[in-house]
Nanobody, 114 residues
């Protein structure tokens, strides 16, 4: 049974930081491209960042310079460090794993508000 479980979301003030984690099980984590997506109310789900099996990264323009995606293959976990958060970063953040098949986590809410 494949599971992707996000954690680390919450309420943070503008300018603050959060670190999201996605713990996986049931997949050969090391060969998967992992990613973070987000969906704000009334909007489509959008890419935030991805990281390939060999560590190559890709970021949405909105995330460049503020967010960092990383992975720990020993822990089967992918992370998203988010700095200098803005109100427009408010969304449900989803973990994604892709290799032949695609899997999603249940999402974690991030709210940026004063």
């Amino acid at each position: 049974q494949v599971q992707l479980v996000e954690s680390g979301g919450g309420l943070v003030q503008p300018g603050g930081s959060l670190r999201l984690s996605c713990a996986t099980s049931g997949i050969i984590f090391g060969i998967y491209t992992m990613g973070w997506y987000r969906q704000a109310p009334g909007k489509q789900r959008e890419l935030v960042a991805t990281i390939t099996d060999n560590g190559g990264t890709n970021y949405a323009d909105s995330a460049k310079g503020r967010f960092t995606i990383s992975r720990d293959n020993a822990k089967d976990t992918v992370y998203l460090q988010m700095n200098t958060l803005k109100p427009e970063d408010t969304a449900v953040y989803y973990c994604n794993g892709k290799w032949r098949k695609e899997y999603w986590g249940q999402g974690t809410q991030v709210t940026v508000s004063s």
